[in-house]
């Protein structure tokens, strides 16, 4: 059986740090705190589960404090975590599990981390990330914000999970003003960090400037795959918001230089058809989007309600508009199969079945 440290960066976590660890004490051989200027009980908590609490003076670098923790780690492999995060309890048996199964062999570990959920609690959005990783290769993080360790060496993916879930909102300014003070210091970006500070900009409504990085970042065509694809949808919402009709549609579409299409691109040039009323349109690409399987092992973002339910919903309603209301119910069927539970799905299902269409 391999042994775990659990490394952790905090800072004012007093409201979900406990449930965090409680989670921790069943996988973790060694738990890692390191706060970076906390003014609440953080600390104190953290020391009823570990005494290894450590202080790192805060430096707008994730990566400097992600490394520190990864330096006071002792065994075989590091596990890192957020404050916010939580593990259910059949992803602390499959981490269990792993710890007696692994392959010593093995550099690195990825899961998945669930992100978004619907009102059933089930993931919507995930992707995987390089979660465990074997200590004695000296794994570094990299990036101020967006801190990420590139996978290297045997590399295996596992089916266990990391839940993502927030109590309270976080200052939503707090990585633009971090990209931009690295601007002011002459830092200059790679080409992850300047699609991660596009995101930044599109976030917080600044669409003009978040279209000129995003360009410039396609255009520097350095960037991986997936950050590509997801850039061309970024640039699609930019111009939605500042009403470039033509230039939406032609983001999505550039999409396809990269790769093959993904749900998420089918789903939303449906919906650009679709707000034309442009049924028949919007139909082809909905039914393209169902074709699609989610892959979270390519690491790329996976809005996993896009491979299924909110497709079928759409030609639903599209089939509704063009009085082919058989179909209709037929697709409203399938999003339910989906989603039982659905409140939308169980209203089109009490609309059918208390009407008299034909």
């Given at each position: 059986m391999i042994t775990l440290s659990v490394c952790m960066i905090v800072k004012n976590e007093e409201d979900v740090l406990g449930r965090c660890l409680d989670n921790v004490k069943e996988i973790a051989d060694e738990i890692i705190i390191v706060d970076t200027g906390s003014t609440d009980k953080t600390k104190h908590i953290a020391k009823k589960y570990t005494r290894k609490v450590y202080d790192f003076e805060w430096c707008d670098d994730f990566s400097k404090a992600r490394n520190y923790s990864f330096s006071k780690a002792t065994k075989e492999y590091i596990m890192w975590l957020d404050a916010d995060d939580i593990i259910l309890e059949k992803d602390r048996i499959a981490i269990k599990n792993l710890k007696s199964t692994l392959d010593p062999n093995t550099d690195v570990v990825m899961l998945n981390y669930n992100a978004a959920f619907d009102e059933n609690g089930e993931p919507t959005f995930s992707y995987s990330r390089e979660r465990i990783l074997k200590r004695e290769k000296n794994f570094q993080w990299s990036g101020h914000i967006h801190e990420v360790i590139t996978p290297s060496g045997n590399v295996i993916y596992n089916d266990a999970a990391i839940t993502h879930k927030k109590i309270h909102a976080g200052d939503p300014k707090r990585n633009l003003k971090i990209y931009e003070k690295m601007l002011e210091e002459g830092i200059t970006f790679s080409a992850r960090e300047k699609y991660y500070y596009a995101r930044e900009l599109y976030y917080n409504h600044e669409y003009e400037k978040a279209v000129t990085v995003l360009e410039d970042f396609l255009n520097s065509e350095e960037g991986w795959i997936e950050n590509n694809i997801n850039a061309c949808l970024d640039l699609y919402h930019c111009y939605i918001y500042l009403g470039k009709d033509k230039e939406s549609l032609l983001s999505l579409l550039r999409s396809f230089s990269y790769d093959t299409p993904r749900a998420e691109i089918s789903c939303n040039i449906g919906n650009y058809f679709f707000e034309k009323q442009q049924y028949n349109i919007a139909i082809f690409w909905y039914k393209l989007?169902?074709?699609?399987?989610?892959?979270?092992?390519?690491?790329?973002?996976?809005?996993?309600?896009?491979?299924?339910?909110?497709?079928?919903?759409?030609?639903?309603?599209?089939?509704?508009?063009?009085?082919?209301?058989?179909?209709?119910?037929?697709?409203?069927?399938?999003?339910?199969?989906?989603k039982p539970n659905d409140k939308i799905y169980l209203k089109n299902k009490d609309f059918f079945d208390n009407s008299n269409l034909s």
């Open positions: 989007a169902v074709t699609k399987r989610p892959n979270t092992q390519n690491g790329g973002f996976c809005l996993i309600d896009c491979y299924g339910y909110i497709p079928y919903l759409q030609l639903c309603i599209c089939y509704y508009k063009l009085g082919e209301y058989e179909l209709s119910r037929e697709y409203n069927e399938m999003a339910g199969r989906i």
